[in-house]
T-cell receptor, first 116, second 109 residues
Framework: EAGVAQSPRYKIIEKRQSVAFWCNPISGHATLYWYQQILGQGPKLLIQFQNNGVVDDSQLPKDRFSAERLKGVDSTLKIQPAKLEDSAVYLC??????????????FGPGTRLTVL | DAKTTQPPSMDCAEGRAANLPCNHSTISGNEYVYWYRQIHSQGPQYIIHGLKNNETNEMASLIITEDRKSSTLILPHATLRDTAVYYCIVNFGNEKLTFGTGTRLTIIP
């Protein structure tokens, strides 16, 4: 079974520029998550989708971050404009169902963003 | 607001059992214990989860104390590929995963 795909794997931008990340979850997985992982810390959930609806975006900095999941499959995460503190690895994960087994999340390799 | 406490680092000799402890003294009756690990430069990987009973799968065993205030993840025969950061997470199963800083396990040849 194919895993969660993310692109690009690496991105370097200057502050105030815009950037977008793409995620393709495992086929059939209804729930999709975006996490931010700053160096030395555990991943932090930014947003969770159930199909194409948002379940939790309480930790998404909505003044600069946006995410969408059109047609309940692929998703994009955008940062506009980027700040230095946005330098991190952005991880996408998906899970088959909601509930205890739904916390068996499958993670992609992540996109490492460096903001200069 | 972490619900779990884990040692920051541990070493284990290759081929031996690695026992990773986790304290969750404030766990509620319906909260699950999840374990994930993150190998360098990769996304986290689900290992195992449990509620009250001990659990075993092809990767590891999870031992939960009777009072459920602590648990231990056991990797029975550690290999170099098990070197990773291991996260213990407690939640009700239908809420977001909150990762702490985990335990950095180093397998020594």
């Amino acid at each position: 079974e194919a895993g969660v795909a993310q692109s690009p794997r690496y991105k370097i931008i200057e502050k105030r520029q815009s950037v977008a990340f793409w995620c393709n979850p495992i086929s059939g997985h209804a729930t999709l998550y975006w996490y931010q992982q700053i160096l030395g810390q555990g991943p932090k959930l930014l947003i969770q989708f159930q199909n194409n609806g948002v379940v939790d975006d309480s930790q998404l900095p909505k003044d600069r971050f946006s995410a969408e999941r059109l047609k309940g499959v692929d998703s994009t995460l955008k940062i506009q404009p980027a700040k230095l503190e946005d330098s991190a690895v952005y991880l996408c994960a998906s899970s088959l169902i909601w509930g205890p087994r739904g916390n068996e999340q499958f993670f992609g390799p992540g996109t490492r963003l460096t903001v200069l | 607001d972490a619900k779990t406490t884990q040692p920051p680092s541990m070493d284990c000799a290759e081929g031996r059992a690695a026992n990773l402890p986790c304290n969750h003294s404030t766990i509620s009756g319906n909260e699950y214990v999840y374990w994930y690990r993150q190998i360098h430069s990769q996304g986290p990987q689900y290992i195992i989860h449990g509620l009250k009973n001990n659990e075993t799968n092809e990767m590891a065993s999870l031992i939960i104390t009777e009072d459920r205030k602590s648990s231990t993840l056991i990797l029975p025969h550690a290999t170099l590929r098990d070197t990773a950061v291991y996260y213990c997470i407690v939640n009700f199963g239908n809420e977001k995963l909150t990762f702490g800083t985990g335990t950095r396990l180093t397998i020594i040849p």
